[in-house]
């Protein structure tokens, strides 16, 4: 079975951009998760998404923002990037009431 | 809130010896869920072993074990006849129970990384 993919694994934008980030979970899963890591904050729960809805959201500002389609894949976004919002994004999918499996991630880089 | 602390940033231990990480977590759920994750240079997060709060029982996987006291609130990982293979960073991780229409989240200590050394 395909693991968790991330696409692109690797992205420069400049500050005031947009990005989108695309996830494609397990073959089965429905709940897709997103996790922000730097080495400055570490790992930090972005949102879920179980069913097309957000059903739990990390202490993020507005500018990022995620969503989820009929096949479970994800996708989220940073309007308005900042230097701060370089960092590792890792996508994870879990079946239901089981353990979270994660993607390779997608380097974003802000110039 | 809960917090996850990794106290060790650095650890090396010889090919084929045992090393210990450490974890201690604070919480004041009752029910929740504990994890060990491992990050190789990849950056792919691995889940290593798990464990659930209610269960006295210490998780094991092959060469990994845990030794779970949930009254001092440690957690911590047993690597036994370490590995080249097993040089990575390894996270520790909380979720409590998962709310309503959820899967929970995760949250991750600060991390350990560990050499294993030929």
């Known amino acids: 079975k395909a693991g968790v993919t991330q696409t692109p694994r690797y992205l420069i934008k400049t500050r005031g951009q947009q990005v989108t980030l695309s996830c494609s979970p397990i073959s089965g899963h429905r709940s897709v998760s997103w996790y922000q890591q730097t080495p400055g904050q570490g790992l930090q729960f972005l949102f879920e998404y179980f069913s097309e809805t957000q059903r739990n959201k990390g202490n993020f500002p507005g500018r990022f923002s995620g969503r989820q389609f009929s096949n479970s894949r994800s996708e989220m976004n940073v309007s308005t990037l900042e230097l701060g919002d370089s960092a590792l994004y890792l996508c994870a999918s879990t079946l239901l009431g089981g353990n979270q499996f994660f993607g390779p991630g997608t380097r974003l880089t802000v110039l | 809130a809960q917090t996850v602390t990794q106290s060790q940033p650095e650890m090396s231990v010889q090919e084929a010896e045992t090393v210990t990480l450490s974890c201690t977590y604070d919480t004041s759920e009752n029910n929740y869920y504990l994890f060990w994750y491992k990050q190789p240079p990849s950056r792919q997060m691995i889940l290593v072993i798990r464990q659930e709060a209610y269960k006295q029982q210490n998780a094991t996987e092959n060469r990994f074990s845990v030794n779970f006291q949930k009254a001092a609130k440690s957690f911590s990982l047993k690597i036994s006849d370490s590995q080249l293979g097993d040089t990575a960073m390894y996270f520790c991780?909380?979720?409590?129970?998962?709310?309503?229409?959820?899967?929970?989240?995760?949250?991750f200590g600060k991390g350990t990384k560990l050499s294993v050394k030929p």
């Open positions: 991780a909380f979720m409590k129970d998962k709310p309503m229409g959820s899967q929970g989240n995760l949250i």
